[in-house]
T-cell receptor, first 115, second 108 residues
Framework: GAVVSQHPSWVICKSGTSVKIECRSL??????MFWYRQFPKQSLMLMAT?????????EQGVEKDKFLINHASLTLSTLTVTSAHPEDSSFYIC???????????FGSGTRLTVV | RKEVEQDPGPFNVPEGATVAFNCTYS??????FFWYRQDCRKEPKLLMS???SGNEDGRFTAQLNRASQYISLLIRDSKLSDSATYLC?????????FGAGTILRVKS
């Protein structure tokens, strides 16, 4: 079945630094990538949607200059959290959808802790 | 009002019990409906899609009422391994909107 590899699975960084999270579709072409954030005991909240080769569309309240999304190829999308602060500590998950596949394939998530 | 609302629980049930979860959604234009399961600190995994005609997958039965904008999940003969958070998910044809989840704890 479709697989999305997400790395790193967890990361601890210092306040003010940037962190890059990668999601790769291993056996299909991900035409659309969704990036979610989940705080403890809360729902997955969609941050942005990106289509290969296009600029990402951000949800209301999500700062596009802080959360940089790149979807330059059909198999790779990255989310960079710039100038991270402790309040950015969260669980970040990507989800990919291909041209043919109806379903959404999730990465395994990245637990970010900013200290 | 949240787009997808669920009772957060937790539901604490003994093994073998039958448990039902409910969910309501606000967007009447929603096209697809799902139940996902999420274990602690893991990504959500698709449990089943939900159809108006109702559908069953082993011990799991899902039902959709479009008129009431209501979705349900019934789990029969609960197992310890069913302990997880169950997420009600609705799609407008493009993006998924998640409920906050209902916690199920099955105890021996």
């Amino acid at each position: 079945g479709a697989v999305v590899s997400q790395h790193p699975s967890w990361v601890i960084c210092k306040s003010g630094t940037s962190v890059k999270i990668e999601c790769r579709s291993l056996d299909f072409q991900a035409t659309t990538m969704f990036w979610y954030r989940q705080f403890p005991k809360q729902s997955l909240m969609l941050m942005a949607t990106s289509n290969e080769g296009s600029k990402a569309t951000y949800e209301q309240g999500v700062e596009k200059d802080k959360f940089l999304i790149n979807h330059a190829s059909l198999t790779l999308s990255t989310l960079t959290v710039t100038s991270a602060h402790p309040e950015d500590s969260s669980f970040y998950i990507c989800s990919a959808r291909g041209q043919v596949a109806y379903g959404y394939t999730f990465g395994s998530g990245t637990r970010l802790t900013v200290v | 009002r949240k787009e997808v609302e669920q009772d957060p629980g937790p539901f604490n049930v003994p093994e073998g019990a039958t448990v039902a979860f409910n969910c309501t959604y606000s967007n009447s234009a929603s096209q697809s409906f799902f139940w996902y399961r999420q274990d602690c600190r893991k990504e959500p995994k698709l449990l089943m899609s939900v159809y108006s005609s109702g559908n069953e997958d082993g011990r799991f039965t899902a039902q959709l009422n479009r008129a009431s904008q209501y979705i349900s999940l019934l789990i029969r003969d609960s197992k310890l391994s069913d302990s997880a958070t169950y997420l009600c998910v609705v799609s407008d044809g493009n993006k998924l909107v998640f409920g906050a989840g209902t916690i199920l704890r099955v105890k021996s």
